[in-house]
């Protein structure tokens, strides 16, 4: 059964900076697009970011392009999101999620598999 463990989240002032990890076990991991989602109180799944199965191409959304940047180790089965000058609308529960298509989509429903969440909070 495939697992993806996220870690890293909490709690940071406006203009701050985390960083979020993803370990994935049980998963061919460098034949996935791998991506980080999000999910806000009472919105729906949002994608933010996500990379293609050998790394070599990175995609955003708009609201995040520029302050983040996605990366990956497919020799740790690791995906891993820098998040720079972080503001309250990032507040949300995120998530690391794993697309067959080595390619990878920005549609949240294309993720076959998803980890449990961690929460990033963002304060003003």
């Known amino acids: 059964q495939v697992h993806l463990v996220e870690s890293g989240g909490g709690l940071v002032q406006a203009g701050g900076s985390l960083r979020l990890s993803c370990v994935a076990s049980?998963?061919?991991?460098?034949?996935?697009?791998m991506a980080w989602l999000r999910q806000a109180p009472g919105k729906e799944h949002e994608f933010v970011a996500g990379?293609?199965?050998?790394?070599?191409?990175?995609y955003y959304s708009d609201s995040v392009k520029g302050r983040f940047t996605i990366s990956r180790e497919n020799a740790k089965n690791t995906v891993l999101l820098q998040m720079n000058s972080l503001k309250p609308e990032d507040t949300a529960e995120y998530y690391c999620?794993?697309?067959?298509?080595?390619?990878?989509?920005?549609?949240?429903?294309?993720?076959?598999?998803w980890g449990q969440g961690t929460q990033v909070t963002v304060s003003s």
């Open positions: 999620a794993a697309d067959t298509d080595p390619l990878g989509s920005r549609n949240v429903e294309d993720y076959e598999y």
């Open positions: 049980d998963l061919s991991f460098s034949a996935y697009a």
């Open positions: 990379i293609w199965y050998n790394g070599e191409s990175t």
